[in-house]
């Protein structure tokens, strides 16, 4: 009877447990190679969750002076403005004044050629000494009845009408001088010496600018909130970075019935830098706040009724509010907010209530810092 040798057995057991042990180690690596690995995994899912983060820049509400006011736009206007005419015909033998000039009113601007106007007074004035004198003889003799009564009232008649003739020459005499009617500055000139003038023809123009208007046409639903003396502040397209004070000088209290607007006047006084015919910009402060709650306008959504992004907890939190009066790029919040309370100014299209958010310029979460930590320990 024969025995099997010893050390083939052996090997035959260590051949039959090979694929076993192959297969033990697939299955090992196919599950993640341990803890480490499931640590990394953990640690990526960390990562995601914080890129998915919508960045967003955000500022604080704080208080500050705000003023409710009304904005418009119009075109400068003089105050007052002439047009000199000549009122009598003639040469003109000087003229005195130049454009730009600023004349009083009542100062010599032409002088025309007085001659013909000097002979017809000198005319009329003689045949008015002449009825003078009869008519005083007249009323000697209607005493003594060697004169009727009805030549003495003919007499009397002829001489109030030479008297007026008289005047009217003195008038036409004076009128050889053309004078300014307004106090102002000379915008236009239409005349040079030698030149013949003929009657009612316009020669000069004068713009008063010492102070300038600017006639707004406001909504009714206004009326009741402008008034006369309240401050305005304008800015002038010619002059950028330049502001000028005026005031309402006076409100019309009429509505047009076909435009719905009244007339609203404001007046500016500026010693000359403003020019008429310029465009401004205004706006009327009707009322104001002195420590008003405010957010930065672009904070406010525009997809429903008044409403502001919050970061709260890392989040975006939607919140509504009651708004108040707009100063510039400010907004007063009634209701809904507190003082520091970090309102979403940029990034808020991307938002929803509940988003997760990254304030630019925070720190980093303290959970991304501990996952970056744990990475580099893992590739030691």
Partial sequence: MSRAHPQSGRTYLRLALLPALCGMLVLSA????????EAKASNGEAAAKEVDAVPVEAVKASRRPVAASYTGTAALEPRGEAQVVAKTSGVA??????EGQHVSAGQPLVRLDPDRARLSLAQTEATMRKLENNYRRATQLVGQQMVSANEVDQIKYDLENARAQYNMMKLELSYTTVVAPISGVIASRS?????????????????????????????ERELSTLKAGQPVVMRVDALPGK????????????VDSGSGTFRVITAFTDGGILQPGMFGRIRIDYDQRADALVVPRVALLDDGDPAVFVVREGKATRVPVKLGYADGEWLEIREGLKVGDRVVTAGKVALRDGTAVQVIGDPQPKAVAKAGDDKKEGKR
């Fill in 30 to 37: 196919c599950k993640g190679g341990g803890p480490a690995e």
């Fill in 243 to 254: 502001t000028f004070e005026g005031k309402v000088d006076r409100v019309a209290p009429v």
């Fill in 93 to 98: 033998l000087n003229v005195m004044v130049e």
């Fill in 191 to 219: 005349i040079k010496t030698g030149n013949f003038v003929q009657i009612n023809t316009p020669i000069f123009r004068i713009v008063d600018n010492s102070q300038l208007e600017a006639t707004l046409s406001v909504p």
